[in-house]
Nanobody
């Protein structure tokens, strides 16, 4: 069992930055693929970024909407994965969720554990 707790959400003006954190319980954190998803009102949950352990190094993947602005990274010593969000836009407004799993990075169905979500609001 893995428990995930997100933090770092809030309100920011367009062009600003936020760093989301997701703290995980469990001793096998480093073996999990970790992902960030978001869900805006009236929209489906969408993949934003993921990080997967592959051949003793981390491999990252980003949605087109996040690539170049967001960075996902992890600190295995702290059992924490982060999402650094820069150059935020109003369309980034959503609830952001972190997730842990052992399957495909981009597929929400591959993740077994989810956090409760943290609200990000970007004003113009």
């Amino acid at each position: 069992q893995v428990q995930l707790v997100e933090s770092g959400g809030g309100s920011v003006q367009a062009g600003g930055s936020l760093r989301l954190s997701c703290a995980a319980s469990g001793r096998t954190f480093s073996s999990y693929t970790m992902g960030w998803f978001r869900q805006a009102p009236g929209k489906e949950r969408e993949f934003i970024a993921g990080i997967k352990r592959r051949l003793n190094r981390d491999s990252t993947d980003y949605a087109d909407s996040a690539r170049g602005r967001f960075i996902i990274f992890r600190d295995n010593a702290k059992n924490t994965v982060y999402l650094q969000m820069n150059s935020l836009k109003p369309e980034d407004t959503a609830i952001y969720y972190c997730a842990a799993g052992l399957g495909l990075v981009r597929s929400a169905g591959s993740y077994d554990y989810w956090g409760q979500g943290t609200q990000v609001t970007v004003s113009s």
